[in-house]
């Protein structure tokens, strides 16, 4: 480019250079969030699940055997080649824990990137949201797909969902059981799920099995669970994130939870103003791994699957990831 631009004239390398800088500085989530479909490329994620994208993404098709996908009006449900075989092989699995089938939440746009609304992460094709309502005996039509509402699994005080107790009626063996199931996998990394439940499935299994620790307490999440699998085999331009610090069942951990994260809210002094919150970030292109700008630029992978054929014969992938190498807790949760 700094070659390019000093064999061309002055007079033609300023506007090619503010052009670059307009596009570069654009909020991504409007580039992405225009793409109706994957990029005909290779299957590969560049960036991290919460600042990257997603080349040669699936669709998960809208219905299978033991799936339905919702509100897909948002066109989220395309993801890396390896989530959309997990979540096929998790509605099967399921089935044996007495899990009656999916409702598919969002997974990632076309190509991955920030999102017009919602999550901060789902941008690299690696995350999906699983609904803690199992599938009805029927097929939803697309209007209920858009409507109807998932089931909270909180315990409700004076009317209102509260963050401090779960509802032990509505959170079944079948609920801990698949996420138990989807935990199990090799190539899961996280279950980000609200804290009661964690709670929950650390009492049930007190000799802390090792899927136990991949399920992580995090805000919200009690009307889904949320899966998200590492960086696939041979995507050496994916960010990995650090390693599950520790099992989560301890008390200075719920203490944190319950007593500071949804503990009683601290009132403002009198006189005091709250400080003001502070705007959300905007990702530009410029801030996402050079290869986006492929990502978005690549031609389209047109006919998508309408149904699925059946749930694909699930392989665990044989690499592994390489070592972590930036800073985050728990990641981008949302
Ligand atoms: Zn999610």
Redesign the pocket.
Same mark, same amino acid.
């Given at each position: 480019m700094v070659q390019f631009k000093i064999l061309i004239s002055g007079a033609l390398a300023v506007p090619l250079a503010l052009t670059s800088v307009a596009y570069g500085a654009t909020p991504a989530k409007n580039l992405f969030g225009a793409k109706r479909d994957g990029a005909k490329m290779t299957p590969a994620v560049y960036g991290s699940y919460a600042k990257g994208c997603v080349a040669g993404a699936e669709k998960l098709a809208d219905n299978g055997p033991n799936w339905q996908a919702m509100r897909l009006s948002r066109n989220r449900h395309w993801a890396h080649p390896e989530l959309i075989s997990l979540v096929e092989q998790l509605s099967v699995d399921g089935k044996k824990v007495g899990w009656n089938g999916l409702l598919v939440? *969002?997974l990632t746009q076309p190509r991955g990137g920030p999102m017009t609304s919602g $999550?901060a992460?789902?941008q690299a094709g690696l995350?999906a *949201?699983v609904w803690l309502t199992p599938m009805p005996n029927r097929r939803l039509s697309n209007k209920e797909r858009e409507n109807i509402s998932a089931t909270s699994m909180l315990a409700s005080r004076n009317g209102k969902l509260t963050n401090q107790k779960l509802d032990k009626k509505r959170f079944t063996s079948a609920h801990a059981g698949i996420i138990r199931t989807a935990a199990r996998y090799r190539n899961v990394e996280r279950i980000?799920v609200h804290p009661t439940i964690k709670q929950e499935l650390c009492r049930q299994n007190p000799d802390r099995p090792a899927w136990l620790k991949k399920v992580r307490a995090q805000f919200g999440h009690h009307y889904?669970f $949320?899966i998200r699998i590492g960086c696939p085999a041979g995507s050496t331009g994916c960010k990995p994130q650090r390693r599950v610090p520790s099992m989560g069942c301890d008390k200075a951990t719920m203490d944190y939870w319950f007593k500071v994260a949804y503990g009683p809210r601290r009132k403002p002094k009198p006189g005091v103003k709250p400080k003001p919150r502070k705007p959300k970030r905007q990702i530009t292109l410029a801030q996402l791994p050079r290869q986006c700008r492929a990502v978005l630029a690549a031609p389209g992978t047109a006919g998508t699957p309408a149904v699925a054929a059946g749930a694909v014969a699930y392989q665990q992938p044989t690499g592994r990831i390489a070592t972590p190498s930036f800073r985050a807790i728990e990641g981008v949760?949302?």
């Open positions: 939440g *969002d $999550h992460s789902h995350d *949201d980000f889904h $949320h949760a949302q």
